[in-house]
């Protein structure tokens, strides 16, 4: 049996233009042109086989295709970067916004041309330069960490683009933005009906303390306490609650814990003296006391004339 060679030159130049992504002058697709050479190959080929030829074939890269097959404007549908490494020319990043500040985000995003100067739709990858000033998220979300300059880039293979990000220590308020808020408590400890003042304070990235922010108030258990729009804590009955302050998106809490009152005798006042005497009454001076359960003594002051 002897074996027939076949070397087909334009089968080569269609592996390399398709590689290249190329097309003919008159726009028809390379893909189409070759078909019916293929097609011919391959009824030749079932001719040969069928006399009971062998045939082999060199250098024959056709294969039986259709130009959807090649796809898209640049003719890749997969988002395999190898297979389509070859095929992106350019990389460009855009800032919804290029200054923000601290705590506050912009999208970025990326254009990818190939070298027709048509646009290819792939998935980048993102990454910042300076993540202590700038992060970034897969989908392109930039936020503002610290005031300075960053490069956002957006990679695809071996190509990349990038763009400038300034975040500044003003946040969208127009002074700094609100990054943590520290509560407290005069007195953690309270019997029911008894009252403390809870404090927020707020910071900025740097740690530097904010002033004039707005701070909403909430108890994670009102049965235990309840806390006013201006921080005043009452205890209700025994239990803990977390008394919470929240400024900007951020915040802090601090515990409150009631207990049951304990019930002492009141004080007794042991220094009592008069220190003033005039034609409608008396002036006296003595140390307060507490009634038994923390809080100030009532007083029933009496007298009476001398025998």
């Not at 500044?168 to 029911?192: D, K, R, W, Y």
């Not at 235990?224 to 209700?236: D, F, I």
């Not at 009152?261 to 006296?284: C, E, Y």
Request: with cysteine; charged share 15%; glycine share 10%.
């Amino acid at each position: 049996m002897r074996a027939v060679y076949a070397a087909l030159p334009v089968a080569t130049t269609y592996h390399r233009l398709h590689e290249e992504g190329g097309s003919s002058p008159s726009g028809v697709g390379l893909a189409t042109r070759l078909e019916p050479v293929a097609r011919f190959m391959s009824r030749t080929m079932n001719r040969k086989l069928s006399r009971g030829v062998t045939l082999s074939l060199a250098l024959i890269s056709i294969l039986s295709c259709s130009e959807n097959g090649i796809t898209g404007s640049d003719g890749i549908s997969t988002d395999d970067i190898d297979a389509d490494a070859n095929r992106v020319a350019t990389v460009t990043v855009m800032l919804a916004s290029s200054a923000i500040g601290v705590g506050d985000t912009t999208r970025a995003t990326a254009t990818l041309l190939d070298y027709h100067n048509r646009p290819l739709t792939r998935i980048v990858t993102w990454s910042t330069n300076n993540a202590s000033v700038a992060n970034v998220d897969s989908t392109g979300l930039v936020t503002g960490v610290a005031a300075g300059t960053a490069e956002i880039t957006a990679t695809r293979g071996l190509k990349s683009g990038s763009a400038t990000i300034t975040v500044t220590g003003i946040g969208a308020t127009g002074t700094g933005s609100v990054a943590s808020v520290a509560v407290s408590l005069a007195a953690t400890s309270l019997s029911p009906g008894q009252t403390t003042q809870a404090t927020a304070t707020t910071y900025d990235s740097a740690n530097n303390v904010l002033t004039g922010r707005t701070i909403s108030w909430a108890s994670s258990n009102i049965s235990v306490a309840t806390v006013s729009a201006a921080g005043l804590v009452t205890a209700v009955a025994p239990g803990t609650s977390q008394i919470t302050a929240t400024s900007e998106g951020k915040s802090g809490s601090a515990a409150i814990a009631v207990t049951t009152a304990q019930i002492t005798n009141p004080g007794r006042v042991t220094d009592l003296k008069v220190i003033a005497i005039d034609s409608t009454g008396v002036t006296l001076s003595f140390t307060q006391v507490d009634d038994g359960t923390g809080q100030p003594a009532n007083y029933d002051v009496r007298y009476a004339p001398p025998p």
